[in-house]
């Protein structure tokens, strides 16, 4: 996968995730301003967590001014459509997975570029795909829905990014590898979605409880 195929996957990926922070915002009733600002969080939160965790100056979005741009764009897109954006919100997964699987790839790359253990890279990469919904989710006075809501999201960019690490043991091509790295975590994100696969919850009386 070449570095312009990821670029334009990681836009796409931007975009999506500004709807769904213009539509957490709208959920909670916030204003412009608001829902302006969990858009920017939701699309740049993960990856300025992962650049201040493994001292990479200055922030990605500091040297490209595009993801300001492009998320302003898609805001005031959404604020003005909100009723047509809704209606393909079901169609908006498909991005959704790519982008979740992009940031996986993106965040253990910069990581390891930065000579990060595998062990690092595995988590920086999964804090870049779902860090920024969490601190939407927080900034919503909600608990963070990857903590809570059983769906398989987190957990497919951590086997992905595990995957990416044991293909590399085998010498293959790294473009390869990160082609197989972000299908598999698209591939597990559908198929849990489409066969509504869950994971286990936590009891207090009877331990993991599947729902």
């Not at 990926?13 to 301003?33: L, P, S, T, W, Y």
């Not at 608990?143 to 010498?171: K, M, S």
Request: net charge positive.
């Amino acid at each position: 996968m070449d570095v312009t195929t990821i670029q334009w996957l990681d836009y796409t990926g931007v975009i999506v995730f500004a709807i769904a922070g213009v539509f957490a915002a709208a959920e909670r009733k916030m204003d412009a301003f608001g829902a302006l600002v969990i858009a920017y969080v939701t699309c740049l939160g993960g990856g300025t967590i992962r650049d201040v965790l493994i001292n990479k100056y200055p922030i990605f979005w500091m040297q490209e001014l595009t993801y300001l741009w492009l998320i302003l764009a898609t805001s005031l897109i959404t604020f003005f459509l909100i009723r047509d954006v809704k209606k393909i919100l079901p169609y908006l997964m498909i991005p959704d997975a790519v982008g979740l699987g992009i940031y996986t790839l993106i965040g253990l790359q910069k990581a390891a570029a930065m000579g990060f253990p595998p062990e690092i890279c595995v988590i920086m990469g999964v804090i870049t795909a779902v860090g920024g919904g969490m601190i939407r989710d927080i900034l919503c006075n909600q608990p963070p829905l990857i903590f809570h809501n059983q769906e398989i999201y987190a957990t497919a960019c951590l086997i992905g990014a595990g995957l990416y690490f044991l293909l590399l043991r085998f010498d293959w091509n790294n473009q390869v590898i990160s082609i197989i790295t972000v299908l598999t975590i698209f591939t597990i994100r559908m198929v849990s979605i489409r066969m509504n696969v869950k994971m286990p919850r936590v009891t207090t009386d009877k331990g993991l409880k599947r729902r």
